[in-house]
């Protein structure tokens, strides 16, 4: 696999490696974080296996999740990218560390994962979703460009479901 860096005036994303396990532990551990997940908080082990598999979906797929750093500190904040779904479908998601929410983070990061991912792979439509009662994670689906198509469930959660297909 080639070498991918996505950069912003304050971030920097390259595709998500095993070494990072402990800083995503920290991450997927966190239950305010995984609130609106209805796992919740994973455990050590869940987040390794989830790992495993989006890894590996960089060399099936050629895209995956990133890890997002700080330009200024260079520390880990959170994990942002492509999920492929079982039906061929292609999901968007991004979750950020809670001492850095609030700052703009999540809908840079998705800006500029979302426009590589056009540019530099064979999507033409990503999807995102949120439960309906997560207003942040919505409003920044909205933010990034990404419409409003209908509301479904997930895992017995009302989600609001969003698409967004290249321009």
Same mark, same amino acid.
């Given at each position: 696999m080639k070498s991918v860096l996505v950069e912003t005036d304050r971030l920097f994303m390259r595709p998500l490696k095993m070494s990072d396990l402990k800083v995503v532990c920290r991450l997927d551990m966190d239950p305010d974080v995984r609130s609106f997940f209805p796992e919740g908080a994973l455990s050590e082990g869940q987040v390794e296996r989830e790992m495993q598999r989006?890894?590996?979906?960089?060399?099936?797929?050629? #895209?995956?999740?990133?890890?997002?750093? @700080?330009?200024?500190?260079?520390?880990?904040?959170?994990?942002?990218?492509?999920?492929?779904?079982?039906? $061929?479908?292609?999901?968007?998601? #991004?979750?950020?560390?809670?001492?850095?929410? $609030?700052?703009?983070?999540?809908? @840079?990061a998705t800006q500029a994962i979302l426009e590589w991912g056009f540019d530099n792979t064979e999507l033409e439509c990503v999807i995102g979703f949120a439960p309906m009662e997560h207003l942040a994670s919505r409003r920044v689906l909205e933010k990034v460009g990404m419409v409003f198509t209908h509301t479904d469930f997930y895992q017995n959660i009302e989600c609001g479901f969003y698409e967004i297909r290249k321009q």
């Open positions: 989006n890894v590996g979906e960089w060399e099936r797929w050629g #895209y995956g999740i990133f890890a997002v750093f @700080e330009q200024e500190t260079g520390h880990f904040i959170g994990r942002v990218g492509f999920a492929r779904l079982d039906t $061929g479908v292609v999901e968007f998601g #991004y979750l950020i560390l809670k001492e850095h929410w $609030g700052k703009g983070y999540a809908t @840079e």
